[in-house]
């Protein structure tokens, strides 16, 4: 009978960097547990051990790993037997951080490090140990956070899922009318890249501390949406102290500035060719909104941090109603594009890029970026996005005028009527 151990296995490096794991897992490991009363079972001698036992017992029959199995189920049945008995107890006799699943769970890490180590790359072996002993030290620290999460969000999360994880997976990515040439894949996906974008400044606002900075809320707002952003920097500016009022006047130009670096990195995502032929422009017009921004806040100076109501943060962009508009909208946006450019031509999908403008620019850009039309012409496209861009931004003019007030929302009107102009200007040129 062939003997079925395999000599490659045995790497000193790979059992160097086993031991040199278990030990640093083990570390943590005592360093958690050092204020228990008893201590669980697991440590800087046994961790080691287990690892070690683990790799020598899949060495011994690699081809199927029976040995390894076999040990795997004992541990795991001493394990068992040992938290079994630790939740029979009294409650008053147990303490808190023995009486958990994160001893076992270690223990059973430990013992699975041993194949890990010896047949996976380096980085995963590495990253599971490192991995484990970041949550295991930062378990208040996480617990602390799942408690301020709300039990709507954390529904609204499992909604997103199954709209990326299931219903994105189903949906099929062929024409299904000769009316555009988006499929309902392709919807859908622009639906969850959208989300997921502004679902990320959406938490970023919400749960990273920001001390109450304007121009840090008006970074994330511009993430999530700008339109929004100057509506709720506008209301705030028209009760703001004065000298609260220079970073809220900067703040709605650099909410516009991150709109420019949004769209860019949204169509990357979709069309690389379109986003380099247009990154100049938006190059341009963001670096335009920054300065605009700076000359608005009197310079680089301090002003007095102001903190932005709880009400006027945003909504959760995950929730079904929003995502159901957006693709409703992305596909009205499709149609209507088409449309234009058959009937009418170029010109057509110019003035349909100047209306939606005025209300979510998002479906029209990313129906233009996934090839919703046909065979249009790639500088055609570049000069839609623009003029669509600086339609948005006359109609965050009349907001900030409408909503802080002739004077006081004059000068971030003139700066947005600026870049619009600007916008404008590089189309016509491109033209």
């Known amino acids: ?33 050092h204020a228990a009363e008893r201590k669980p079972p697991g440590g800087i001698r046994t961790f080691p051990l287990l690892a070690l036992l683990g790799a020598g017992l899949y060495l011994i029959e690699p081809r199927s790993a029976l040995a390894f199995i076999a040990g795997l189920v004992v541990l795991g049945l001493w394990l068992f037997s040992y938290h079994r008995a630790l939740a029979a107890q ?9 009486s958990d699943l994160v ?88 639906l969850v890249a959208v989300s997921a974008v502004s679902y990320g400044s959406y938490l970023a606002q919400r749960y990273l501390p920001v001390g109450g900075s304007i121009t840090v809320a008006s970074v994330l707002g511009g993430l999530y949406s700008s339109t929004a952003t100057t509506v709720v920097l506008a209301r705030r500016l028209h009760a703001a102290e004065d000298a609260a009022q220079p970073e809220m006047r900067a703040g709605v130009l650099l909410a ?121 012409d790639r500088q055609i496209l570049v000069i839609a996005v623009l003029i669509a861009a600086s339609s948005n931004n006359l109609l965050k003019a009349a907001y900030a005028l409408g909503f802080a007030g002739g004077r006081r929302g004059a000068g971030p009107a003139a700066a947005l009527g600026a870049l619009s102009v600007a916008g404008f200007a590089i189309a016509g040129w491109l033209w």
């Not at 079925?4 to 030990?23: C, E, Q, S």
């Not at 409650?91 to 951080?97: A, F, H, R």
Request: charged fraction near 10%.
């Open 90 to 98: 009294p409650i008053s006799d147990k303490k808190e951080s023995s």
């Open 256 to 376: 516009t500035a991150l709109m420019y670096l949004r769209l860019g990195v949204m169509i990357a995502i979709f069309n690389q060719p379109l986003a380099r032929q247009l990154a100049p422009a938006l190059a341009v017009l963001l670096f335009l909104a920054l300065a605009l921004a700076l000359l608005l806040r009197g310079g680089i100076q301090n002003v007095a941090a102001t903190t932005m109501a709880g009400a006027d943060r945003p909504g959760n962009p995950l929730e079904l109603s929003a995502a159901a508009l957006f693709a409703l909208s992305f596909v009205i946006v499709s149609l209507a594009s088409s449309w234009a450019q058959a009937n009418i031509g170029a010109g057509g999908l110019l003035w349909l890029a100047g209306i939606v403008g005025v209300t979510d620019i998002d479906p029209f850009v990313l129906n233009l970026a996934q090839g919703g039309l046909w065979e249009a």
């Open 103 to 190: 001893a076992p769970v270690c223990n059973l890490l430990a013992y699975l490090l041993g194949p890990a180590t010896l047949l996976a790359p380096s980085w995963f072996s590495v990253g599971l140990a490192v991995t484990a002993v970041l949550l295991v030290g930062a378990r208040e620290r996480l617990h602390a956070f799942a408690y301020r999460v709300p039990g709507r969000e954390i529904f609204a999360l499992g909604q997103f899922l199954i709209l990326s994880g299931i219903v994105l997976p189903l949906l099929p990515d062929t024409l299904v009318t000769s009316w555009t040439a988006i499929t309902p894949y392709q919807v859908w996906l622009a």
């Open 1 to 33: 009978m062939s003997n079925p151990f395999d000599p490659a296995l045995l790497d000193p490096k790979r059992l160097l960097l086993l031991l040199g794991l278990a030990l640093f897992l083990g570390l943590a490991y005592e360093g958690f547990y």
